[in-house]
């Protein structure tokens, strides 16, 4: 079974920084989807980055995927306090219904 | 514009006590439609998929079962709560890749 995994529960950063969220998994997959999920909300996705790309770029935002060691990374530039959120790596497998498997998130705060 | 509504936005019921949590997305024609759960600080682990109407997949067991009455709403349900069923429904909706998520239905068992 696929299992998405992020590689640190939580990260700290002040507001302007850099800070990078790691994630891994097993098996094959077509795409690996990055949401984040701000405190009693539902998760929104930010980046969709598909099994043939190596990197994807949203605003301040910037995915990479290595399907050889089957890890991404989300780094997020110039960080502001409304960053802070759960963010959580998602992956698909190649069956029917678009079901995903969401890694265990981390827990990002950004401080002023 | 497409929206997603669930009820009731919280519950607090008692173990052994039924429960049925709706879920309504307006806009999208057709939808695969989801239910999450999600422990306080936990992942999402996804429960019940539906890609048309009346037809409900089961990827996790927890003593919950789901319907699709209608192209546009799921229903979560269960006859008896435990205790371990504490935490945050989530329902979404996708036609391709992404899935578009609800607010949520906090749920409190005691």
């Known amino acids: 079974s696929q299992l998405a995994e992020e590689n640190s529960w939580a990260l700290s950063v002040h507001e302007g920084e850099s800070v990078t969220v790691n994630c891994s998994y097993k098996?094959?997959?077509?795409?690996l989807q990055w949401y984040r999920q701000k405190s009693g909300k539902g998760p929104a996705q930010l980046i969709l980055?598909?099994?043939?790309?190596r990197e994807k770029r949203n605003g301040r935002l910037r995915a990479t995927l290595d399907t050889s060691s089957q890890s991404s990374s989300l780094s997020i530039t110039a960080t502001r306090c409304e960053d802070t959120a759960v963010y959580f790596c998602?992956?698909?497998?190649?069956?029917?219904?678009?079901?995903?498997?969401f890694g265990i998130g981390t827990r990002v705060l950004v401080r002023p | 514009a497409q929206t997603i509504h669930q009820w009731p936005v919280a519950e607090i019921k008692a173990v052994g006590s039924p429960l049925s949590l709706g879920c309504t997305i307006k806009?999208?024609?057709?939808?695969?439609l989801y239910w999450y759960w999600q422990a306080t600080g936990g992942t999402l682990q996804q429960l019940f998929y539906?890609?048309?109407?009346?037809?409900v997949e089961s990827v996790v067991q927890l003593n919950l079962s789901a319907s699709r009455p209608k192209d546009d709403q799921f229903i979560l349900s269960t006859e008896k709560l435990l205790l371990s069923h504490s935490g945050f429904y989530l329902c979404?909706?996708?036609?391709?890749?992404?899935?578009?998520f609800g607010p949520g239905t906090r749920l409190t068992v005691l």
């Open positions: 979404a909706w996708s036609l391709d890749e992404e899935q578009y």
């Open positions: 098996t094959s997959i077509t795409a």
């Open positions: 980055i598909r099994s043939n790309e």
């Open positions: 998602a992956t698909d497998a190649h069956s029917a219904g678009n079901k995903l498997t």
């Open positions: 806009g999208k024609s057709s939808p695969n």
């Open positions: 539906s890609i048309t109407v009346g037809q």
